[in-house]
């Protein structure tokens, strides 16, 4: 990939102006042309005139042959980029720039491939201050906006302002990669596969159903005070569709509710995007320090492999208005942290084992259905869960202790018993219950408020003295009279 920002630029003013200083020169650019073929060479340092600028003005009939040329015949699902920063250890100033992308572009590249708009694929390179966002339809590329490709690259004060997913104001009720019930067209934000990445003070605004930031490969990448912010929708509201693809599906969802049907189940909040901050299982060891979700599908989901040799971080991060806060697994240690149960649970602490959770609840009540404040399943983990000082009163929403989450972490679904072993638990949350599984041993569970025991309470309370039916007889006298 790198060598495909080495054979095409395009056309466009490259001006160099020639700094009085001992450091390196200084080359600006003032055309995305400019700057590809700025970039696409070593140990420069770039300065952007700040403005706006446009894809479309940049993808021209060269530049698109270009991108075929390289790419050629689509096999499996390569990467297909707009732009490409190629070179080394480049310095490059985009403070005041931005690269306005228009979704209709997304048909003018090679189809069938990974859509990447912008790759950073050389090493060691720093990018300051650039601005992306998207104009045009409500479209999705299926890809990313930005994708941190080479190594030991530093992105800092990078914003995306992300637009375009198909369809839109369901969340994944509709599917999320398989199976699906209609067509997606994803759009995802930031993706980072090299190793010894470091983001600083990046955000992404996502209108569009996709990541904010997923971290897909590499070792020993990091995120410091970076931001994610998605949009929610009841799915009260969604049933009040007249028109749309929900509807014209009868309202079938890929999830089981309760009632065991697959349909969009009343009075739940959903994110209409992805998760904020995501890793998976080849990231290796992660660490995300200061950053923050809000109304994010997962605030944190962290998906490191049960056999890592190393630990993901999670530390002084907060979780707002997600559908689940922190979703966790093996490997992880998650220090000073905090979310609330506005839309969903604090956390899922799904398996795995050897993980450390350390959390705080914060916020308000929940504002739409939520039924438990955590479930903790898995082998061998830490778990201390505490309530901000001079906590409001909340709903006694239980923290199950042996029990996994729901099928696909989907609220509407019921969480299963699952086993808990060897877990460390505390809860200084007096007034969430916590409810303890039958497939727990060699645990120790302490709470401040209640603990009962779950097949307590699935005990039947008594006989209400009805039919076998159930049904009360009818007629009238005391025979009748309501119970």
């Given at each position: 990939m790198k060598g495909l920002a080495g054979k095409w630029f395009g056309t466009g003013c490259l001006w160099i102006a020639l700094v009085a200083s001992s450091a390196a020169k200084a080359?600006?650019?003032d055309s995305l042309a400019a700057l590809a073929e700025a970039a696409a060479r070593n140990e420069r340092q770039i300065e952007m005139v700040p403005g706006v600028y446009r894809m479309a003005d940049y993808l021209t009939d060269e530049v698109l042959k270009g991108v075929r040329d390289e790419v050629g015949p689509i096999k499996g699902r390569p990467p297909v980029p707009m732009f490409v920063f190629?070179?080394?250890?480049?310095?490059?100033?985009?403070?005041?720039?931005?690269?306005?992308i228009d979704t209709t572009l997304y048909t003018k590249l090679p189809q069938g491939g990974?859509?990447?708009?912008?790759?950073?694929?050389?090493?060691?390179?720093?990018?300051?201050?650039?601005?992306?966002?998207?104009t045009g339809p409500n479209r999705g590329s299926g890809g990313n906006i930005l994708s941190v490709q080479g190594d030991d690259n530093t992105l800092e004060n990078v914003t995306l302002h992300v637009f375009g997913s198909q369809p839109w104001g369901y969340g994944d009720l509709l599917g999320k990669g398989g199976p699906n019930l209609v067509a997606l067209e994803k759009q995802s934000g930031v993706q980072v596969i090299g190793s010894r990445s470091l983001l600083r003070h990046c955000r992404v605004f996502s209108r569009a159903f996709g990541h904010c930031f997923y971290i897909q490969g590499?070792?020993?990448?990091?995120?410091?005070?970076?931001?994610?912010?998605?949009?929610?929708?009841?799915t009260t509201d969604m049933l009040a569709d007249t028109a749309g693809p929900a509807f014209k599906l009868g309202f079938r969802s890929v999830y089981k509710n309760r009632d065991g049907r697959f349909i969009i189940t009343p009075g739940y909040t959903k994110s209409l995007s992805e998760d904020g901050f995501r890793t998976y299982g080849n990231a290796g060891s992660v660490t995300?320090?200061?950053?923050?979700?809000?109304?994010?599908?997962?605030?944190?989901?962290?998906?490191?492999?049960?056999?890592?040799e190393t630990k993901t971080v999670v530390e002084n991060c907060v979780a707002r208005g997600c559908e689940r806060g922190f979703l966790i697994g093996s490997?992880?240690?998650?220090?000073?942290?905090?979310?609330?149960?506005?839309?969903?649970?604090?956390?899922?602490l799904r398996g795995g084992h050897s993980s450390e959770v350390e959390l705080e609840l914060i916020g308000d009540p929940p504002r739409s259905l939520v039924h438990v404040l955590a479930t903790i399943a898995g082998e061998g983990h830490k778990v201390r869960l505490s309530a901000q000082r001079g906590f409001g009163?909340?709903?006694?929403?239980?923290?199950?202790v042996g029990f996994g989450m729901p099928m696909h972490a989907e609220m509407a679904s019921e969480p299963l018993p699952a086993p808990a072993l060897d877990i460390d638990f505390e809860s200084s949350i007096d007034f969430a219950p916590v409810i303890v599984g039958d497939e727990i041993a060699g645990s120790t569970i302490k709470t401040s408020g209640r603990r009962v025991a779950d097949a307590d309470l699935r005990k039947d309370p008594g006989p209400w003295g009805l039919p076998s039916d159930g049904i009360a007889p009818g007629g009238s006298g005391k025979d009748s009279a309501p119970r």
């Open positions: 080359v600006k650019v190629r070179g080394d250890k480049n310095r490059i100033d985009l403070r005041g720039v931005t690269i306005e990974y859509t990447r708009c912008l790759i950073v694929a050389g090493a060691g390179n720093t990018i300051d201050g650039l601005t992306i966002r998207n590499g070792e020993g990448s990091r995120l410091e005070d970076c931001y994610a912010e998605a949009s929610v929708r009841s995300l320090l200061n950053c923050t979700a809000i109304n994010t599908r997962a605030g944190f989901e962290i998906g490191v492999r049960d056999d890592s490997q992880t240690i998650v220090r000073r942290s905090r979310g609330d149960v506005a839309h969903g649970p604090l956390l899922y009163k909340l709903p006694a929403l239980p923290i199950l």
